[in-house]
């Protein structure tokens, strides 16, 4: 899978409909500080269902919505959509995947996989099986290497399950031990 686009629409300070197309390799976002790179960083780990505010910067859910500046009004909503692309040879049907994350200023959140009404944890399992989970290993900043280096066997573990795709596949079994 590849990330084809990512469009911002009321989040953070993308008060207006903002999309960056990404291509294949490395892509990099420069700009002067405080234009809002990180914003976009913060707008993926929203995408790929990340739970805590504080993992994008903010008091709470609703404080991703932007929240007006001088001459321009706040937005009700904020809207974070991700484009990928499949690049395995043997997927068949469409050849990309639109996920979209929406808040309302009520704080009611809703999610959708191309076009159609689903769950956070749908999202969260979504992108767990494509390596791309809301844990630490899919977003590196700053310190977080030392972080790694410094954790427990087992948090290791954790995190190469995580890699190799198979923690969801772990939590289904555990969810179906406990009913
Ligand atoms: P640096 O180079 O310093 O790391 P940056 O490009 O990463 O900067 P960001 O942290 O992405 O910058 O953006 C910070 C800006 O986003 C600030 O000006 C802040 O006011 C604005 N911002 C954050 N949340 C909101 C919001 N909800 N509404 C409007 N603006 C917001
Ligand atoms: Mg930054």
Redesign the pocket.
Same mark, same amino acid.
């Given at each position: 899978m590849l990330i084809k686009s990512l469009k911002l629409k009321g989040? *953070? $300070?993308f008060?207006d409909e903002t999309e960056i197309k990404f291509s294949e390799g490395i892509n990099c976002?420069v700009?002067?500080?405080?234009?809002? *790179? $990180?914003?976009?960083?913060?707008a993926l780990k929203w995408i790929v269902g990340d739970k805590s505010a504080k993992g994008i910067?903010?008091d709470n859910q609703k404080?991703?919505?932007?929240?007006?500046?001088e001459g321009r009004r706040?937005?009700r909503s904020?809207e974070v959509t991700i484009t990928l692309l499949k690049n395995d040879l043997f997927d068949v049907g469409e050849p990309t995947i639109e996920i979209k994350r929406k808040v309302k200023s009520t704080g009611d959140s809703e999610f959708f996989i191309n076009g159609r009404k689903v769950r956070l944890k749908d999202i969260q399992e979504f992108f767990a099986s494509i390596g791309l989970g809301n844990r630490d290993y899919a977003f590196f900043e700053q310190g977080q290497i030392d972080k790694i280096l410094k954790i427990k066997p087992h948090e290791r573990r954790e995190l190469i399950d995580e890699a190799a795709g198979i923690t969801v596949f772990k939590e289904k079994k555990e969810a179906t031990l406990k009913e």
């Open positions: 989040f *953070k $300070s008060a976002i700009g002067p500080n405080g234009c809002g *790179k $990180s914003n976009i960083v913060d910067r903010a404080d991703v919505i932007f929240k007006g500046s706040a937005a904020a």
